[in-house]
T-cell receptor
Framework: GNSVTQMEGPVTLSEEAFLTINCTYT??????LFWYVQYPGEGLQLLLK?????DKGSNKGFEATYRKETTSFHLEKGSVQVSDSAVYFC????????????FGQGTELSVKP | EPEVTQTPSHQVTQMGQEVILRCVPI?????FYWYRQILGQKVEFLVS????????KSEIFDDQFSVERPDGSNFTLKIRSTKLEDSAMYFC?????????????FGPGTRLTVL
């Protein structure tokens, strides 16, 4: 079946630390991959996406590369800020499935000053 | 910037009651979705909707659930007879083209509590 697995949280970092949140997927087809972020009390916001192998999505200093050979889409940021504290969701979208996004379980990030 | 809105933000209901969750998608979007997140669990797809028809639905979306676009702006999710296990955060989303590369824009969610 189709699924997304993220690293367990919560992840606690100090400001300016390097962030990696691992995401791997299993898919029967060729998916598009997404990272969504949920700030406290808000809905899901698209952070970045990649639609084909070796594409790199980037936004607000975050980036992730679509690795077909390792079925991964790890999220990275070189220097996190307190304002990055949120829950991060990796997701995949397959063609011809009516727009069904399949989410990972979410990883909570807490950045301390 | 256009955004998806949802009302109410929190709904409390008694088991067996009907609830209607409301969403206003982004105005020029054509594809609409409902997801839910039970506390501590993954965000799960419920249903997608296009051209006044359901495009895809999950096994969760049984006969107790229905969706409707009653006018040009609202998109609703109805649960006919709520169960305790329906307690969750319900998210509405919309997208422009519905393609595999298209971005779905999410609302802030409605927290449903069934007592």
């Amino acid at each position: 079946g189709n699924s997304v697995t993220q690293m367990e949280g919560p992840v606690t970092l100090s400001e300016e630390a390097f962030l990696t949140i691992n995401c791997t997927y299993t898919a029967t087809g060729y998916p598009s991959l997404f990272w969504y972020v949920q700030y406290p009390g808000e809905g899901l916001q698209l952070l970045l996406k990649a639609t084909k192998a070796d594409d790199k999505g980037s936004n607000k200093g975050f980036e992730a590369t679509y690795r077909k050979e390792t079925t991964s889409f790890h999220l990275e940021k070189g220097s996190v800020q307190v304002s990055d504290s949120a829950v991060y969701f990796c997701a995949l979208l397959l063609r011809n499935q009516g727009g069904k996004l399949i989410f990972g379980q979410g990883t909570e990030l807490s950045v301390k000053p | 910037e256009p955004e998806v809105t949802q009302t109410p933000s929190h709904q409390v209901t008694q088991m067996g009651q009907e609830v209607i969750l409301r969403c206003v998608p982004i105005s020029n979007h054509l594809y609409f979705y409902w997801y839910r997140q039970i506390l501590g669990q993954k965000v799960e797809f419920l249903v997608s909707f296009y051209n006044n028809e359901i495009s895809e639905k999950s096994e969760i979306f049984d006969d107790q659930f229905s969706v409707e676009r009653p006018d040009g702006s609202n998109f609703t999710l109805k649960i006919r007879s709520t169960k305790l296990e329906d307690s969750a955060m319900y998210f509405c989303a919309s997208s422009d083209s519905g393609g595999a590369t298209d971005t779905q824009y999410f609302g802030p969610g409605t927290r449903l509590t069934v007592l």
